[in-house]
C-alpha cells in the first residue's frame, strides 16, 4: 500500500506474568532492541504456562502498582492498557476491573486512580491510590514525561458491546502523546467509535 515509505512509529506488545520484574525487563529490552515507543496494548497478572499459578488478589494488586508506576515514569512508553476493562472476562478473575454486572471493582478503582466514592460523585479530580501491599510506590506519577500531557478526559472505562456502565468522567490521571498524522487521528476518534458501538449495541 505504503511501497517503500512504510514507516514503524511504535512497537506494540502484551505480557503476561506474575513477575513485575521480569515483566519490566522485557519491555525495557524491546524498547532497547528496537529504539521505538512501547505500547503495551495488554498486560495482566496471569500465569499461561503449565505451573498455573495464578496471582492472588493482593499480589495483582502489588503487581499492577509495580509496573504501572513503571510504565508511568518511562518517556518511551506511549500507552498502556490492563487486560480486564471488560464483563466475562476470559483469564483469572483477580485481574478484573470490572464484575460481571459491569460494576467497577476495587482493582478498577486503583487502575483509574479513583476511589468508588468519586466514581459515584463524578468527581473529575486526580487521585493517587496506593496498593496496600505497596504503600510507598504510588500508581500515577505526580510528575508526567515532558513529551506527554495528562490532559485527556477519561468518559468511560470500556465498552465491550455486552453492559451498559455508569457514565462518569476523569482528567489527569491517563497520559496521551502528542502524535500527529495517521496514528494521532485514530487515536482521537476512539472514543467517539466506542460510542457509536455502544448506541448501536443499545439500539439492537
Same mark, same amino acid.
Given at each position: 500500500v505504503c511501497g517503500t515509505d512504510c514507516s514503524v512509529d511504535f512497537i506494540a506488545l502484551h505480557y503476561y506474568g506474575t513477575n513485575a520484574t521480569a515483566?519490566?525487563? &522485557?519491555?525495557? !529490552?524491546?524498547?532497547?532492541?528496537? $529504539?521505538?515507543?512501547?505500547?503495551?496494548?495488554?498486560? @495482566? #497478572?496471569? !500465569?499461561?504456562?503449565?505451573? =498455573?499459578? $495464578? #496471582?492472588? $488478589?493482593?499480589e495483582t494488586s502489588e503487581?499492577?502498582?509495580?509496573?504501572?508506576?513503571?510504565m508511568e515514569s518511562a518517556p518511551w512508553l506511549?500507552? &498502556?492498557?490492563?487486560?480486564? @476493562?471488560?464483563?466475562? =472476562?476470559?483469564?483469572?478473575s483477580t485481574n478484573d476491573l470490572l464484575t460481571d454486572s459491569g460494576h467497577i471493582t476495587s482493582l478498577g478503582q486503583q487502575y483509574i486512580g479513583m476511589t468508588q466514592e468519586q466514581i459515584d460523585q463524578g468527581n473529575?479530580? %486526580?487521585?493517587?491510590?496506593? @496498593?496496600?501491599? %505497596?504503600?510507598?510506590s504510588p500508581i500515577t506519577s505526580s510528575t508526567p514525561a515532558s513529551t506527554f500531557t495528562r490532559t485527556r478526559t477519561l468518559d468511560y472505562l470500556a465498552t465491550d458491546g455486552g453492559d451498559s456502565y455508569p457514565p462518569?468522567?476523569?482528567?489527569? %490521571? %491517563?497520559?496521551?502523546a502528542d502524535n500527529s498524522g495517521f496514528v494521532g487521528l485514530l487515536m482521537k476518534s476512539l472514543p467517539a467509535l466506542f460510542a457509536l458501538i455502544y448506541?448501536?449495541?443499545? @439500539?439492537?
Open positions: 515483566m519490566i525487563e &522485557y519491555i525495557t !529490552d524491546f524498547h532497547n532492541t528496537f $529504539q521505538m515507543p512501547i505500547w503495551v496494548t495488554e498486560w @495482566a #497478572c496471569q !500465569d499461561f504456562t503449565p505451573t =498455573n499459578k $495464578q #496471582c492472588t $488478589q493482593e503487581y499492577m502498582n509495580i509496573t504501572k508506576t513503571f506511549e500507552r &498502556y492498557a490492563w487486560f480486564g @476493562a471488560l464483563t466475562d =472476562n476470559p483469564i483469572h473529575a479530580s %486526580s487521585t493517587t491510590v496506593s @496498593a496496600s501491599s %505497596s504503600p510507598t462518569f468522567s476523569i482528567s489527569g %490521571s %491517563s497520559r496521551s448506541l448501536l449495541e443499545v @439500539a439492537v
